[in-house]
């Protein structure tokens, strides 16, 4: 792959940021995503995830430690409303 190659597109996060990462003893997909805010984007890592994977294979990680990232629910709950467009009602 080529060293300029984009790994996560809505970041802008490319092969060399994530191999820097690498360098520093970051191993793993949720290290990863917590050091470089890799899978935080509007896709939610369904566009970059796979390119990370590859690359940690091909840096010798083993395919039993990659891991999905771990999902997270929400602070706060929402109201239905909030999404509907609709004023809450009382």
């Known amino acids: 792959m080529p060293r300029k190659t984009i790994i996560c597109r809505c970041e802008d996060i490319t092969l060399v940021e994530v191999e820097e990462a690498l360098a520093l003893g970051y191993r793993d997909v949720e290290s990863i ?9 509007a ?12 690359v940690l ?12 990232m771990v999902s997270r629910a929400p602070l706060a709950g929402a109201p ?8 809450e009602r009382a």
Request: hydrophobic share 45%.
């Open 33 to 41: 995503k917590r050091y470089l805010a890799l899978g935080t984007g």
């Open 43 to 54: 896709c939610q890592g369904k566009m970059c995830l796979a390119l990370l994977a590859r």
């Open 57 to 68: 294979l091909e840096r010798g990680v083993a395919p039993d430690e990659i891991k999905p």
């Open 80 to 87: 239905l409303a909030a999404f509907a467009a609709e004023k």
